[in-house]
């Protein structure tokens, strides 16, 4: 059987396998206008400053120290260290006026207690002597009778005069004779009498010597008066 021109060709295992290559080697239809191919690398941020914000400023973010970047708390800052310097001197100030016045209390309560340990120290010193002394005045009236008798002679004289001189050196003083005028603070009036020969109250008699050491009374001198005719 013959075929004819109008009749199809039916292809054959090798036709079929050329169509297929065809198909496979055809070209990717290409990107659509306006697209961006996708990439699989990182893209990198656009230039310029960063965290701005669409039609803004960039935020203010805290630096390292903490503090934010405003012009007015890095004027404030000095501000500050002012104020505490000048708290730091009222403080130091203060101290140093509370010492002065401990240092100045302490200075006068050791002045006032130098004071009164002198002057207990000098009471002291004359109530000592006060109690000798008086315990002398017995023998010192003995020396004075004796030598109202003329016995006051040789070795008893030499100690007799010896006293005296060592008790006038320790400020005892005697006081009292015949004529002085009457003083009841120091004298001690015995007995009165009365006398042409005198105008005021005077002493006439001694019978005991008075002594005294500084302005102080050790004993009054015991004496008779006379007193003026009236």
Known sequence: MTSTPDDPEIPGPEDETAGERQETAAPR???????????????EPPHGPPNRRPGGDPEAHPDES???????????????????????????????????????????????????????????????????????????????RAREHGEVEGGFKAVADSLERIVTALGLAKFGAKGDEFDPNIHEALMHGH???????????????????????LRAAKVTVLDPES
């Open 195 to 217: 006398s042409p020969d005198v105008t005021t109250t005077t002493v006439d008699v001694v019978a005991h010597a008075g002594y005294r050491i500084g302005d102080r009374v």
């Open 29 to 43: 239809p290409s990107p659509r206008p306006f697209e961006t191919p996708r990439s699989s690398a990182p893209q």
């Open 66 to 144: 903490g503090s934010f970047g405003d012009d007015s708390t890095e004027d404030a800052a000095p501000e500050d260290d002012d104020l505490v310097a000048s708290d730091e001197l009222t403080l130091t100030q203060t101290a140093l006026a509370e010492r002065t016045l401990d240092l100045q209390r302490l200075q006068a309560e050791y002045l006032n207690y130098k004071r009164r340990v002198e002057r207990d120290r000098d009471l002291v010193k004359q109530n000592a002597t006060y109690s000798v002394l008086s315990g002398l005045l017995p023998v010192l009236d003995d020396i004075d």
